[in-house]
């Protein structure tokens, strides 16, 4: 048996890491600039206990100096160097990382550090932009400074002393390839600092020009001003003494500029930032303009280790549609912005709308840092995430000023409606968070509608409707108004499933009023509507023959007060307004649709002078009866929400109901008639109204 080290092709290996683990080329400087900042806090913890050693770390700064004719970006740092030997063993290795080697060495001392790197291929992202690349640096331990080179395609590097020697620290010199040229002007290199390095923690500097204002003579104004004074002094005025005229002029000014001055407030403690700061922050983060609605700023500790400070927004996006996935959540490692595209991991569907920032040092990224792998570490982030942006809404609702609550919901309370549907274990903190309208107030939670309940009702009633205006005239309300019962009404599509998978509330089931066997609670009427059922018992037999399959049964209705009929479904099954919301599905299916619908009941109301006159008919019914009967079912259909099948028919039962009311019938003979209808005249016993 036989043991072999694996080998590796250096070139091939080199290509994977620079075109395969990177999908963008601006990385680059990200990855420079936080191992430059390594090495200012190497040297900084370096200082601490060998300070004569280091030398002076007072103004330890990363500077960027960008050369757009020699095609050049130089990042330079006066951190800790390198010697030979290191300059072999970081860059010469590939996957080596000297920041990782220094971490075990801290933790060995039981020291703690705010290191960045840990892969040890960073430093090769730079071959995304560059042919060649020269690295120079010094290292306090040994006098030299070193240079290392090495050429892109190539599998070989070399050493040797620099020409231009260092104090301290490194300079790395990018030799720009055609197509990243843009990388060697100011402009560009500032805007990748403040997006991805405007909250490490040294000074980063770039030579950059900005236009100095200056005040110098106006020579042509001040020359006519001087003129018109002359001539008004031959004119036998008193001379007057002008002065020089001055103008505003622009130098542009070349000098080191700092671009990172933002600092990050989630490191700080909560208690120390003002609301002003809170605002600031996220005005500027998030490039909105309106105060944020509300915000939350902690701090997690124990196995995992993160701070964040999450937002509600002040207004809804103008692009919001259908909660498209935005860029909300800011994910940093310490303090170096990783990406915006962890929505998905970091929060649910429905929290969306919420921004702000997490910064953890224990991501489980890939190299690249471009992908958030599943792990418990970002289970348990999500989880406190979650929880600590729904603690956030509920503080908001129960604040004393109920006005940036109700503008909240009316710009997300779908969101919240849909995390009912998707997100069970925390589907009771949500519910405390939904509005609705009611039949007695605009707005109302749920907590406020079961305070105010009375004794004798057990359950929460709802009506999904297409409005509140649709609701309140709707027959199924007849019945509330009269005992003077509160309905809830949904007038959203999303509205009917979350309250469907919602179920109670409270310990109290939520009813759909517009489903069969309601229950009142008057046990007392239980008798006497037992009476009224076996009265009625041959009507309601006969309209059941008469109507055939369109209703599963005809039954007496104890909530009806006015209107002579309507439908109701049964309890497994859609309502009306959900079978018009489905129906109307681009992508439905017919089959499902035909297995989900309800079946319908008919529910007559007793008092009604119709079914009054219909009870009289049925035991000897005719053709008019059994028109009628149709009538009422079709008229039911569309005040109980559903949509009459056979528009065509119902029209002509209207039309000769009416025609009959008129006291007229159609004079239309034979094939060439006129088709014009005579009036005939009747009497008043003959009104078919009468």
């Known amino acids: 048996e036989e043991t072999f080290e694996y080998q590796a092709e250096v070139t091939r290996l080199m290509d994977l890491i620079v075109n395969s683990l990177y999908s963008s080329k601006e990385i680059f400087l990200r990855e420079l600039v936080s191992n430059a900042s390594d090495a200012l806090d190497k040297v900084r913890f370096e200082s601490l206990t060998s300070s004569d050693e280091v030398g002076d770390t007072s103004n330890i700064e990363i500077k960027i100096k ?12 006066n951190g800790i160097g390198m010697t030979k030997e290191e300059l072999v063993d970081s860059l010469g290795t590939i996957a080596r990382s000297g920041t990782a080697k220094f971490m075990e060495a801290l933790k060995e001392r039981n020291e703690d550090s705010n290191l960045i790197g840990q892969f040890g291929v960073g430093f090769y992202s730079s071959f995304l932009v560059a ?4 690295v120079a640096s010094k290292s306090y331990k040994e ?21 231009d020697p260092l104090e301290r620290g490194t300079r790395i010199t990018l030799y720009l390839k055609e197509e990243a040229e843009e990388f060697a002007t100011p402009s560009r290199i500032t805007g990748l600092v403040k997006t991805y390095s405007e909250f490490i923690s040294f000074p980063i500097k770039v030579w950059s020009s900005e236009s100095v204002p200056k005040q110098v003579i106006d020579e042509e104004a001040t020359k006519k001003a001087k003129e018109e004074a002359a001539a008004k002094a031959e004119e036998g005025a008193e001379p007057e003494e002008v002065a020089d005229i001055m103008k505003t002029e622009y130098d542009e000014v070349w000098d080191w500029q700092t671009q990172n001055d933002s600092a990050p407030i989630w490191v700080r403690s909560a208690k120390d930032v003002t609301t002003e700061e809170y605002a600031t922050f996220y005005k500027s983060a998030f490039k909105e303009f309106m105060d944020p609605a509300a915000q939350t700023h902690f701090s997690v500790e124990g196995d995992i280790e993160f701070k964040s400070i999450l937002f509600v927004p002040g207004m809804a996006p103008f692009e919001q549609q259908d ?5 909300n959540i800011k994910l940093y490692v310490k303090r170096v912005f990783i990406s915006d595209e962890f929505d998905d991991d970091l929060m649910p569907r429905y929290l969306s709308f919420v921004k702000g920032v997490v910064d953890c040092a224990d991501l489980p990224l890939n190299v690249s840092r471009e992908i958030l792998q599943e792990s418990r570490t970002v289970r348990i982030m999500r989880k406190r995430l979650v929880r600590k942006s729904l603690d956030m809404l509920d503080d908001l609702a129960r604040a004393e000023d109920k006005e940036p609550y109700k503008q909240f919901f009316e ?5 919240l409606k849909l995390g009912i549907i998707e997100d069970e274990p925390n589907r009771k903190a949500l519910s405390k968070l939904l509005r609705f309208n009611t039949s007695k107030r605009d707005v109302t939670s749920l907590e406020e509608y079961v305070a105010d309940m009375p004794e004798s009702q057990t359950t929460i009633y709802y009506l999904a409707a297409g409005s509140k205006d649709a609701a309140l005239n709707a027959p199924f309300m007849e019945g509330f108004k009269k005992r003077d019962l509160e309905v809830i009404f949904l007038t959203e599509p999303i509205d009917e499933v979350a309250i469907t998978n919602l179920g109670k509330f409270a310990d109290k089931d939520l009813v759909d009023i517009t489903k069969e066997d309601v229950d009142f609670g008057d046990d007392a009427e239980k008798e006497e509507e037992e009476a009224r059922e076996k009265e009625y018992e041959g009507l309601t037999t006969w309209m059941k023959e008469t109507l055939g399959e369109k209703v599963e049964k005809v039954v007496l209705s104890k909530r009806l007060g006015d209107s002579p009929c309507m439908l109701v479904t049964s309890k497994f099954g859609w309502s009306a307004n959900m079978e018009r919301i489905m129906t109307a599905q681009a992508m439905g299916d017919s089959k499902s649709l035909e297995y989900m619908k309800g079946r319908k009941i008919m529910e007559i109301n007793p008092d009604s002078p119709i079914i009054q006159s219909l009870k009289d008919k049925c035991s000897a019914p005719d053709d008019q009866s059994a ?19 056979e528009p065509s028919e119902f029209a002509s039962r209207i039309f000769t109901l009416m025609n009959t009311a008129a006291g007229t019938e159609s004079k239309v003979s034979g094939e060439g008639a006129d088709g014009v209808v005579e009036p005939e005249v009747m009497g008043k016993d003959d009104d078919a109204w009468a």
């Open 131 to 134: 042919d060649k690349v020269t």
């Open 66 to 77: 960008c050369d757009a004719e020699a095609k050049t970006l130089v990042i330079e740092d």
């Open 627 to 645: 028109q009628i009967c149709t009538l009422l079912f079709d008229t039911a259909l569309l005040t109980s929400g559903f949509v009459v099948e």
């Open 143 to 163: 006098d030299g400074t070193w240079q290392w080179e090495s050429a892109m395609g190539t599998s070989s590097y070399t050493i040797r002393e620099a020409e």
């Open 411 to 415: 710009n997300f309370g779908r969101n």
């Open 323 to 327: 909660m498209m996935r935005p860029k």
